[in-house]
């Protein structure tokens, strides 16, 4: 084989070996879609708020929804959706929890549902990012920004593929209308929420 047939062979070979990884690289930077996975209870919402000021009552939300998109090669295309059964309210106590889902407190009957749609996500390094979205809560929508991590992602043992995150916010009700201190006292002002989520990649 000549020089010039051999330099002709190499230049086709690196043609395709660069073109596989254009390929590759496009692949890979495509946004992917998750669903939150609550059926299999690997994602919690969660609040605690201070009682009295004395001591923190924690509870969570069991019945919700969601799904996130997620780009490593582009997290400005990350987002988030939630959809959240208010009813579902668990602070450990039946009695308790029947008092907040009354006209004192939820509303359930009539607020039904509180929903996180992002609007926009900015990364601050490799694993953090700030969110911003709209929370809907007794009917009323505000913005609302706030820190989330990825916890991690990869395979899981079952042939699918997951990433998780966790965010944590704190709001004040009185925001969306509802002053809960003027029942129970200035300490009960703010509610930390807490979101974790795992979510399964779409095939």
């Known amino acids: 084989m000549t ?3 051999q330099v002709k062979k190499w230049v086709a070979g690196l043609a395709v070996v660069s073109m596989a990884t254009a390929s590759s690289s496009l692949v890979q930077a495509a946004p992917e879609t998750y669903t939150i996975d ?3 209870a690997h994602a919690f919402v969660q609040f605690r708020v201070k009682h009295l000021g004395y001591s923190w009552l924690y509870g969570r939300f069991n019945d919700f929804s969601g799904d996130f998109v997620y780009d490593a090669e582009n997290p400005a295309a990350n987002k988030v959706n939630v959809v959240l059964n208010m009813a579902s309210v ?17 509303e359930v009957d009539k ?14 390094d490799d694993s953090k990012g700030m969110l911003t979205g709209d929370l809907t809560l007794f009917g009323k929508t505000k913005s609302i920004s706030f820190e989330v991590e990825h916890v991690g992602g990869g395979a899981d043992p079952w042939g699918g593929y997951r ?4 965010g944590k916010v704190v709001i004040n009700p009185a925001d969306w ?4 201190s003027k029942k129970l006292g ?3 002002t703010e509610v930390e929420l807490t979101l974790s989520v795992e979510g399964i ?3």
């Open 3 to 5: 020089l010039r047939k």
């Open 38 to 40: 609550t059926k299999g």
């Open 90 to 106: 668990d602070s450990a106590h039946a009695e308790r929890d029947k008092h907040i889902r009354s006209g004192d407190f939820f």
């Open 111 to 124: 607020y039904k549902q509180a929903t996180f749609a992002s609007t926009s996500y900015k990364k601050i």
């Open 163 to 166: 990433q998780g995150f966790e």
């Open 177 to 180: 209308g509802k002053d809960f």
């Open 186 to 188: 200035p300490a009960l």
């Open 201 to 203: 990649r779409q095939k």
